[in-house]
């Protein structure tokens, strides 16, 4: 699951939990102990914005390009004789 999914889905289960605070308040009245849930579900709620804020956005990563390597000989001209052995000196000289 993605991280923008797992955000949409502890969003829900906050609706679902204010609901049950609603409830709770319509049952027992306005007492301080509902308030606080009701805001501590509010500051969980701007949390989740904040984080939903912050979440890299998913972008699909594409295919890497195919590069075709020929099974031809390479050009016999790139290996002229003032070229390099890549790291091994000039040719018919010794390394240091």
């Known amino acids: 699951m993605s991280l ?3 955000i949409r889905t502890a969003e829900r289960s906050l609706d679902e939990l ?3 605070a609603v409830r ?7 007492r301080l102990d509902v308030r606080r849930i ?3 579900i509010e500051h969980l709620r701007l949390s989740l914005s904040m984080l939903a804020g912050s979440a890299p956005e998913q972008r699909s ?6 590069i075709v390597v020929p099974d ?5 001209r790139l290996w002229t004789s003032d070229a390099d052995d890549e790291g ?6 010794h390394a240091p």
């Open 18 to 20: 204010k609901r049950c």
């Open 24 to 30: 709770l308040e319509r049952e027992l009245g306005d």
């Open 38 to 40: 009701r805001s501590d």
């Open 4 to 6: 923008h999914e797992e």
């Open 61 to 66: 990563v594409p295919e890497p390009e195919m």
């Open 72 to 76: 031809t000989p390479y050009d016999r």
């Open 88 to 93: 091994l000196g000039v040719r018919d000289h």
